[in-house]
């Protein structure tokens, strides 16, 4: 069995102080040239005056589970793709009905069609919310970092939320740190964004504020969006950015969610190195917040590492 | 005289939709196509075309092999082709605008917004 070349670079820069506590999955190549995958845990033994004398490995065959995931991978993918091409055909039907193209409809009938166009639409929805979190969970998402500021972000978000704010007679306010720049894949941040502004506006009372907030803490840029909805119950808090979580099991029907809006937004801001959570008690609101490294944290990141070399 | 648009979509029920909403809404005469294939006989024998709106992903010769064959004197260099795709992101759409197309449209489209959308990349 022989490592994978591609995974070498991994085990040349290991120093002392990266092996102990070293684990990832690690590619091998084993007879014929079969693609073999092991989880590899290093711990360093140093003797009595600390000086490292010995590396403990555990090697873990799990080439089965990594073949297991990947024809998951590939089933999900395209029963989503066979899913999305007809109901792309029964969202254009019905949007034609629905825009009069063949002329006015009975009120009744009127009724049950927007019913059918919501519903479609929260399949597509829903369909879309699997394939975006299995892309990701198969690695098969590629950010295209760039530069951008915070305030940028939380104006691309606003912007798209603006309506739906103002449709549920909301108001938004925002607090941003005009200096903070972060390197991220723009789209995908302002999905995060999107996403609890979304969530935001449909716990939100009549007539209240939504926060927006961008500062720097801790070295890094904080974004947090903040309502005065019902809260989230303390045994929740834990379990509430899982996959088709939702505090009130009637919320999926009433609010239309997927349930994956947040576990795809945790997955986002995790791909960016970034980390999110949630502050809140019941009756009062919650804040939902991520943390993302600032730019010049990582321009300084590179820098040790070529005057380390 | 209505101006005429080549449709070209593997999917019957796409072509039906998009036809409809073209010719209804848009003004436009669409002349449909199942296949690259056909698109390709048809812009040969039936032309001129004032624009091609044509899916990415086909059984047979794909979209952005349609548009190389088109493009090799099949059809007027000047005319405006889109493509219609469910691949979403800006990769692909770059991918696309450098293969020749004019503009993409993405899949699922709305309908009663078609039109507009494929006159807004025409007016570009």
Known sequence: ?309 | MSQRLLLVDDEDAIRTIASISLERIGGWTVIPASSGQAALEIARKDGPFDAVLMDVMMPGIDGPTTLGHMRDGILAPQVPVIFLTAKVGGAEHERLLSLGATGVIAKPFDPMMLPDEVRQILDC
């Open chain 1, 1 to 309: 069995m022989l490592t994978h070349p591609e995974e070498l670079e991994a085990f040349r820069s290991l120093t002392p102080r990266t092996i102990d506590g070293f684990q990832r999955e690690i590619r091998f190549l084993g007879c014929g040239d079969t693609a073999l995958w092991g989880y590899l845990t290093l711990s360093l033994l140093r003797d009595e005056a600390g000086i490292p004398r010995q590396v403990i490995g555990v090697l873990q065959d799990i080439t089965t589970r990594k073949e297991a995931e990947q024809v998951k991978d590939e089933f999900i993918s395209v029963v989503g793709h066979e899913l999305r091409t007809p109901l792309t055909s029964i969202r254009g039907s019905l949007g034609l009905l629905e825009g009069g193209v063949f002329g006015e409809l009975p009120e009744e009938a009127a009724n049950m069609l927007a019913l059918a166009v919501i519903n479609t639409d929260r399949l597509v929805r829903l369909i879309n919310d699997i394939l975006d979190i299995e892309r990701m969970d198969a690695g098969r998402v590629e950010l295209e970092l760039a530069p951008i500021k915070a305030s940028e972000l939380v104006n691309s978000a606003m912007q798209i939320i603006q309506m739906t704010v103002t449709q549920a007679e909301l108001t938004l306010t925002t607090e941003v740190d005009d200096d903070l720049t972060v390197a991220v894949d723009a789209d995908r941040i302002v999905q995060v964004l999107v996403n609890l502004l979304g969530n935001a506006v449909k716990f939100s009372p009549h007539h209240s504020t939504i926060t927006v907030t961008a500062t720097a803490e801790h070295g890094c840029a904080r974004f947090a969006v903040t309502d005065t909805g019902r809260g989230i119950p303390v045994d929740q808090l834990g379990t509430i950015f899982e996959r088709f979580r939702q505090v009130d099991a009637s919320d999926a029907r009433e609010k239309g969610g997927s349930g994956l809006g947040l576990a795809i937004a945790r997955n986002i801001v995790e791909h960016h190195d970034g980390q999110m959570g949630v502050e809140s008690k019941v009756g009062q609101g919650s804040t939902f917040y991520f943390m993302l490294p600032l730019l010049n944290d990582r321009v300084t990141i590179q820098g040790d590492q070529r005057d380390a070399a």
